[in-house]
């Protein structure tokens, strides 16, 4: 079955401390993906995106995700945190060339920042 | 450019009460999708619609119907509402004629069945 598993459902950082969010997929064939970001109150924008190439992309806010193939891996890193990074992370696959296939989402890590 | 819009924002039903959620997107994308948003669950997809004229269901279609009305207009009825169905539902869209295709997402809408 094809499924998402974000592996903290909760994460508490002080600012300035390095964050790794875990997410691991199951998907036959070739995959595209994502990671979003839900911050209080408002709508999913896109972090980032993994489609081909360079397994390690970069997105907004210094935000970067390594795809491992291997481990079925796309986790979430970003050096030091700040308190507007306080929010909602979701990790979100879906697959190459067929037309007008969903997301498929995994539960998502709430993540918070003290200053 | 708006990108993707959802009505209403906000929205509190009786139970057995009927509604529909609009949205509508300005970024001719040709499929478009529901998804619903509960705590811990993530969010998982109810029905989407990959063309004009098509539509499927998703992992949580039960309650609910659709209607791709034209290329920029996707809405979703609730024809009885029920508590289960209290929750933020999500309209998205993308190209998906691209092989990099990426979903946009709607504002969202917070329904509340009592």
């Known amino acids: 079955a094809q499924s998402v598993s974000q592996h903290n459902h909760h994460v508490i950082l002080s600012e300035a401390a390095s964050l790794e969010l875990g997410c691991n997929y199951s998907?036959?064939?070739?995959?595209?993906l994502f990671w979003y970001v839900q911050y209080p109150g408002q709508h999913l924008q896109l972090l980032l995106k993994y489609f081909s190439g360079d397994p390690l992309v970069k997105g907004i806010k210094g935000f970067e995700a390594e795809f491992i193939k291997s481990k079925f891996s796309f986790n979430l890193r970003k050096p030091s945190v700040q308190w507007s990074d306080t929010a909602e992370y979701f990790c979100?696959?879906?697959?190459?060339?067929?037309?007008?296939?969903?997301?498929?989402f995994g539960k998502g890590t709430t993540l918070s920042v003290s200053s | 450019n708006a990108g993707v819009t959802q009505t209403p924002k906000f929205q509190v039903l009786k139970t057995g009460q009927s509604m529909t959620l609009q949205c509508a997107q300005d970024m001719n994308h040709n499929s478009m999708y529901w998804y619903r948003q509960d705590p811990g669950m993530g969010l998982r997809l109810i029905y989407y619609?990959?063309?004009?004229?098509?539509?499927d269901k998703g992992e949580v279609p039960n309650g609910y119907n659709v209607s791709r009305l034209n290329k920029r207009e996707f809405s979703l009825r609730l024809e009885s509402a029920a508590p289960s169905q209290t929750s933020v539902y999500f309209c998205?869209?993308?190209?998906?004629?691209?092989?990099?295709?990426?979903?946009?997402f709607g504002p969202g809408t917070r329904l509340t069945v009592l």
């Open positions: 619609s990959a063309s004009e004229g098509t539509t």
């Open positions: 998205a869209s993308s190209d998906s004629r691209r092989q990099t295709d990426t979903q946009y």
């Open positions: 979100a696959v879906n697959g190459v060339n067929q037309a007008g296939t969903a997301l498929i």
């Open positions: 998907y036959g064939g070739t995959v595209n």
